[in-house]
């Protein structure tokens, strides 16, 4: 079975400009959440959707967003990127309705953002 | 938001157990006690799960304290292949609100001596 798949793995981008990172989850699986990683801060929870809904969101600017399509494949945009945007991008999914509860997250490999 | 507090970092020997602690003392009833481990890079992965009782899957076990206050993750025997960053997060199933804020940290980060 196919695992998390997050694309593109790498990209630069510039101050200013936008981004959309993209979340294929393993198939099954109903909930997707993002987290954002830096070295000082660590792990970063983004924001989660199911079922098209986003059900939680973390203490990140208005300018971060995503979206869930029908078929659980979810996106993430960062606007008006900022220098401290760089970092890696995790998303993971789950089987269970909601990742708060007991159900195991599977994460995928990230994406790194660099923001020139 | 219930947070936990982890070293920073540890040590270990190869072949030898490893107990990696953990303090959650804002713990609520409905909290699960999870580990996931994020080897180099990695996505983190998970790594186990409890709720009260003390759990043993084929990774590692995991020991809570009577009061729930804090737990530890243990691996048995130490590989190489264990050097990891190990984190302990709560997650609760009967709050997930909009507001729900899922706290990570930055883990411990565990070296494997050979």
């Known amino acids: 079975k196919a695992g998390v798949t997050q694309t593109p793995r790498y990209l630069i981008k510039t101050r200013g400009q936008q981004v959309t990172l993209s979340c294929s989850p393993i198939s099954g699986h109903r909930s997707v959440s993002w987290y954002q990683q830096t070295p000082g801060q660590g792990l970063q929870f983004l924001f989660e959707y199911f079922s098209e809904t986003q059900r939680n969101k973390g203490n990140f600017p208005g300018r971060f967003s995503g979206r869930q399509f029908s078929n659980s494949r979810s996106e993430m945009n960062v606007s008006t990127l900022e220098l401290g945007d760089s970092a890696l991008y995790l998303c993971?999914?789950?089987?269970?309705?909601?990742?708060?509860?007991?159900?195991?997250?599977?994460f995928g490999e990230g994406s790194r953002l660099t923001v020139l | 938001d219930a947070k936990t507090t982890q070293p920073n970092s540890m040590e270990s020997n190869e072949e030898e157990p490893v107990h990696l602690p953990c303090n959650h003392s804002?713990?609520?009833?409905?909290?699960?006690i999870h580990w996931y481990r994020q080897l180099p890079s990695q996505g983190p992965e998970y790594v186990i799960h409890?709720?009260?009782?003390?759990v043993n899957n084929r990774m590692a076990s995991l020991a809570i304290a009577e009061d729930r206050k804090s737990s530890t993750l243990i691996l048995h025997r130490a590989t190489l292949r264990d050097a990891a960053v190990y984190y302990c997060?709560?997650?609760?199933?009967?709050?997930?609100?909009?507001?729900?804020?899922?706290?990570w940290g930055l883990g411990t980060s565990l070296a494997v001596n050979p």
């Open positions: 804002t713990i609520s009833g409905t909290d699960y």
């Open positions: 409890g709720l009260t009782s003390n």
């Open positions: 997060i709560l997650r609760d199933p009967l709050n997930a609100g909009n507001n729900r804020k899922l706290i």
């Open positions: 993971a999914s789950s089987q269970t309705r909601d990742s708060s509860n007991t159900g195991e997250l599977f």
